[in-house]
């Protein structure tokens, strides 16, 4: 997310995307409020698996068996983002994923 607003604000005319799991949007996505506070409109497409998977994946490689602090509660991305001000929908499901992205698409060119 850091690393999309920067793109952001340095290419305010393009479309740009993040794509996030669920263990990186809890590391950064408090960011929200800087993309909010420079206008940087960048759509955050989510996924949300429950856990930090690619950690999860070395542990199960190399540690069979003693999987340790890698599961995640359901991430509630659209509270945070209610919050800090930031706009959009929360989609979840497949079907409704293309609009919602076209959605996201026109309201960041609008700016
Ligand atoms: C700031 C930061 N801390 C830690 C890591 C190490 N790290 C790499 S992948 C990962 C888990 C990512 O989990 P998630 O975003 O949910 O994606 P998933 O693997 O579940 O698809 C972590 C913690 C990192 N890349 N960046
Ligand atoms: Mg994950």
Redesign the pocket.
């Known amino acids: 997310m850091p690393a999309a607003i920067a793109a952001k604000i340095a290419e305010p005319k393009r479309t740009v995307v993040a794509f996030?799991?669920?263990?990186?949007f809890l590391?950064a996505g408090q960011e929200l409020a800087t993309a909010v506070q420079y206008n940087a409109a960048i759509i955050v497409r989510g996924?949300d698996?429950g856990?930090?998977?690619?950690?999860r994946m070395h542990q199960e490689k190399h540690y069979p068996g003693r999987v340790h602090g890698t599961d995640l509660r359901e991430t509630r991305t659209s509270r945070l983002r209610a919050l800090l001000r930031g706009g959009g929908g929360d989609r979840r499901g497949d079907r409704p994923v293309r609009a919602g992205f076209e959605r996201c698409v026109a309201t960041g060119n609008r700016r």
């Open positions: 996030a799991g669920d263990g990186c590391m996924r698996n856990m930090y998977g690619t950690i």
